[in-house]
Nanobody, 112 residues
C-alpha cells in the first residue's frame, strides 16, 4: 500500500497550491482520508479530513482558505490551498487514519 503525494512547492504569500495524493494498492473509496502538516520541532498537525461519504472538516487556521476533496475513480485526495500564509509553510502528508498509512510528504514553502 502506498500514498503518493505531490504538488508542493514554493509560492508567495497570498498564492495557491493544490496537493494531490494517490492511493495505490488499497480500496480507496471505503476510507476516510486526511491531510496533516508538520514543521521542524513541532508535532504533526491535522489540517483537513474527508470521510468516504464526502463530509469535510478543517482545523480553524485553514477554514475558508483550504478545500479537501476526493476523486474515488482516480483514488486521489486533493488539498486546494488558497490565500497562503507564511505559517502554512510545512511538510504536508496525506493519511488513512483507520490503516495508519502515511504518504511520503510534500514540502510547501510560503514566503514574501
Amino acid at each position: 500500500v502506498q500514498l503518493q503525494a505531490c504538488g508542493g512547492g514554493s509560492v508567495q504569500i497570498g498564492g495557491s497550491l493544490r496537493l494531490s495524493c494517490k492511493a495505490i494498492g488499497v480500496n480507496f473509496s471505503i476510507y476516510d482520508m486526511g491531510w496533516y502538516r508538520q514543521t521542524p520541532g513541532k508535532q504533526r498537525e491535522l489540517v483537513a479530513t474527508i470521510t468516504r461519504a464526502g463530509t469535510t472538516d478543517y482545523t480553524d487556521s485553514v477554514k475558508g482558505r483550504f478545500t479537501i476533496s476526493r476523486d474515488n475513480a482516480r483514488r486521489t485526495v486533493y488539498l486546494q490551498m488558497n490565500s497562503l500564509k507564511s505559517e502554512d509553510t510545512a511538510v504536508y502528508y496525506c493519511y488513512i487514519p483507520s490503516r495508519a498509512i502515511w504518504g511520503q510528504g510534500t514540502q510547501v514553502t510560503v514566503s514574501s
